[in-house]
């Protein structure tokens, strides 16, 4: 058994606070992911006969395949006359169904603290790479870390790419400072230098 979904169009109702804009891979990788929160969905680049090649990827979840996401391939936007790309996903509805229930947590009653760290890393090291490694050794008061950013063109030089990651700070049980702030900032920083190379983007 298999959960697939296609959008296409635009991304938003008709409104005037709203730019328009079409549906695309980022909105419906954004659904996989919810689908199969908290569990973490991995998103390997691969071919697939009928998505689009170089904007589809292989769903993965624990480290195995779960399914595809991707762009139409343009032989069937041809075909059925489509104006504009679909974005499509097939997951297997197996590991959908072991989401475990969630587990209460204790709620912190202090401030959570936000920062961005974008960095420059070569053009073929993959986001998901950074972010696997920023999850599994994050320092202990970093609750999240998301992949907000990618950029290229002016003032990132040929051959690299900018990522840029929003960092949620929280402790359960004080007010953290700006010395811990920044600590836990220069750690993932580092940790991204020593792993791709990476730089930090000013």
Known sequence: MRAGAIAFGPAFEEQWGVRERAVDFFDLKGDVELLFA???????????????????ARVEVDGLAAGWIGELHPRWLQKY??????????????????????????VSR?????????????EGVPAQGLLDVLSEARPGLVQDVRLFDLYRGEGVRKGKKSLAFRVVMQDTG???TDAEVDAAMADLEQLLTARFGAQRRT
């Open 174 to 176: 004080k007010t953290l």
């Open 38 to 56: 908290p569990r973490q969905a991995r998103f390997v680049k691969a071919v697939h006969p009928a998505l689009h090649p170089g904007r589809s």
């Open 110 to 122: 202090f401030p959570a603290v936000i920062r961005d760290l974008a960095v420059l890393v070569d």
């Open 81 to 106: 006359e489509l104006p504009a790309a679909a974005v499509v996903f097939e997951l297997d509805a197996e590991p959908l169904l072991q989401i475990p229930l969630p587990r209460l947590s204790e």
